[in-house]
T-cell receptor, first 109, second 115 residues
């Protein structure tokens, strides 16, 4: 499976935008880029996914580089409730998700 | 909004005992998963289940583990003889279809403590 690299931790101020980066230089043409998050003491939760084009939903936006070797999850206005571990996951032929260590996002009031 | 539920939320057992963790996936979903997360570590895939049989399993899912869909709503994970190292959070997940683009919906987890 192609591997992803994310910073261990990031901080943001409440109500400010947050850009969470992910590198996936060995991504294959059929790999989808998924983002999940895990709030404290909860199960993982889907955030967004995309293949080539940028994607928006009610939770976040996903910006995918033209060469697809990196992507950025954008939270437009971070709230305290967004404090979580964010996982960038490549999904190819395997249906199961392979979680890395993710990025621990701390939101400061 | 439909959700995946899991029971119990916390299970304490003695080493060597059998445990059954229960999950109720979202009702129209067809593909089911178990993952586990040892405290402070990554979420790890255990097994996927489709059409009443195991679809894929990881190296962790050895002969001590089994899964079953005993009726139309429940999906269970059985550990036959628990070990100390089985202590972890166990998450059930389900997807509507079997596509890699499908969203996996996770339950809140069962914390298993093996003494």
């Amino acid at each position: 499976d192609a591997k992803t690299t994310q910073p261990n931790s990031m901080e943001s101020n409440e109500e400010e935008p947050v850009h969470l980066p992910c590198n996936h230089s060995t991504i294959s043409g059929t790999d989808y880029i998924h983002w999940y998050r895990q709030l404290p003491s909860q199960g993982p939760e889907y955030v967004i996914h995309g293949l080539t084009s940028n994607v928006n939903n009610r939770m976040a936006s996903l910006a995918i580089a033209e060469d697809r070797k990196s992507s950025t999850l954008i939270l437009h206005r971070a709230t305290l409730r967004d404090a979580a571990v964010y996982y960038c996951i490549l999904a190819g032929s395997a249906r199961q998700l392979t979680f890395g260590s993710g990025t621990q996002l701390t939101v400061l009031p | 909004e439909p959700e995946v539920t899991q029971t119990p939320s916390h299970q304490v057992t003695q080493m060597g005992q059998e445990v059954i963790l229960r999950c109720v996936p979202i009702s129209n979903h067809l593909y089911f998963y178990w993952y586990r997360q040892i405290l402070g570590q990554k979420v790890e895939f255990l097994v996927s289940f489709y059409n009443n049989e195991i679809s894929e399993k990881s190296e962790i899912f050895d002969d001590q583990f089994s899964v079953e869909r005993p009726d139309g709503s429940n999906f269970t994970l059985k550990i036959r003889s628990t070990k100390l190292e089985d202590s972890a959070m166990y998450f059930c997940a389900s997807t509507e279809l079997a596509l890699t683009t499908d969203t996996q919906y996770f339950g809140p987890g069962t914390r298993l403590t093996v003494l």
